[in-house]
């Protein structure tokens, strides 16, 4: 057949195969899944050897660690007795302002347990349980609260007045043991200890909180932490914290607790390796990831963080181990001996990173207190039973916050070159968040008037929003030394429509409310607000403790937020109003 009649044939040589399977013929798999090779082992050596891992002169790995500790409870700052709560609640918690609508709830509850409609009709009549009668706009300024009875107060106080009592004022009189004669009887005392329970429960003991750890004049919360039993002083001081969650860093060490009080504990745990985002693989046969690329990592000659940060990534990043520290939750816990044993079976004793000559040496470290600053310099023994110390403070993981109940905001304005207090919301009679502007309106306080006509005219002041408070610099005598400046905060005085001049107060309680004559104003540290502008939170933190109870505290928060504000106040103001129409009339026109 010659070669055209296979063309014509369409004959092709094609080789195919959908897949290739060995075929065995042992009896066990045995060698095979063994994946031998030939010379493989020592062809392993040579490029262990080429890349240098069979260089390394650290062998050894730890295997096995004991720990020996001390621990110390905390307690609380109210009392020395052992903390059953978060320190958070016990700190910030602040007295609680019992509102309309609790007032009004008490008296509805009261009304179900009593189930007696003429015992109730009886308290109903007592002018002493009677819900307060709305606000009249005609007290303006004495008091300035009548101006946070907004729309909703108004209409939920018109809703229930004359159909419930205040609940809360009947508890109030039951616990001062002036409850009228006619109404003080068995029945009534007997489900007023269960109102009381109720209430207890549900709004915890707000009224009966004791002085607040806020300091206005910083914007922070202080105080000291009792460590050990009740009998002890305080041990931990709580400086400089702005509110939200507790942890070592805000600790500073008063005072050494009696560590021979309680019993060493010693536990043996098992050391693992430290591992990081970049951290290169610690294997010469392990590639690290392709998102890391150390070669691409560039760095000027001064540099040295940067430089310092890659040699402690590629040569001593696995030379870090860590170790569980067991204890109980709200303790100090002094680590007294740590000895680690390696692979070889060789015990070390592992001394702390600090050394006791190194007085400074724990403003580097972490989870330990630092000392308060005191009248004198701590000495070596002291610094080095900080060092061995680590806060486990009983403090909570997480919380639900409320709304802004207040919100203010501090801020300077350089042009005006004053301090402001900016309040954004204020608590209305219902202890809901409302807004400053809304509920001033046009309240008593006349606008500026437009010019009548065109013509020059001539503005003192201009005006500013009603909810800005300026805050003026004065000598304050009180600190040391007498020459440390502090920032007041003053009354705006406004026009009234009648042309009387009236201080406006703010309506909330974190720049203060109440500026009784002769009384101090509030005042702010110069230094505690700097071209950060700051924002107070007032707010209801709800958290649930280890042993599941519910707790539920009001507390201040402090937010930096815009660099700046500007009020727009400005002084001595010409203004030409027409100037632009006269302009236009003397341009030709097009």
Known sequence: MTWREMRDLRLTSDTTWARV???PRADKPDEALSAVIGGGPFWLLAREWALGELQGNDAAAPISAE?????????????????????????EAEPYAIDLRIRVQAGLELRRLLGDDALFADLLASAQFRLPDLPNPDDFPEPNNALLADAASRAFLLAVQDRTIDGYAVLEHYQAGDLPNQLDTPQLQKRLDELLAWFTQTYTAFPTIGASNWIPSTLEYQAEIHVGDGNEAAGLDVDDYNGGRLDW???????EPQWDAFKPRTDETLPTTVEFPGMP???????????IDFGQVTAARTDLSRLVLIEFALVYGEDWFSIPLQGPRGAMIRIENLEVVNTFGERFVVAPAGKPSALTWDRWSTGHPSHAPPSREPSEDEVAAAQSTVVFAPATLSSTAGPAIEDVIIARDEMANLLWGIEVFAANLLGEPASVIDLWGDHLIASPSDPAGPGLYYTLMTDVARNWYPFAPILDTSVSPARATALERLPFLRTTHEGDLVPVLPLGSL???????????????????????QRIVRRFERARGPDGRVHLWMANHRIPTQPQKQSGLRF????DVGQEERSAAASPSE
């Not at 693989?281 to 998102?291: C, G, Q």
């Open 21 to 23: 399977e060995g075929s």
């Open 67 to 91: 720990v020996t500790t001390r621990a110390v409870p905390i307690g609380t700052h109210r009392s020395g007795a052992q903390s059953t709560t978060l320190l958070e609640a016990d700190i």
């Open 249 to 255: 860093w805000n600790f500073d060490l008063l005072r």
């Open 281 to 291: 693989m610690s294997r010469y046969w392990e590639l690290e990831d392709r998102r």
């Open 511 to 533: 720049l203060g409310r109440d500026d009784p004559p002769g009384s101090n104003r509030y005042r702010l540290a110069e230094e505690t607000v700097n071209r950060i502008a």
């Open 572 to 575: 001595d103001v010409l203004t």
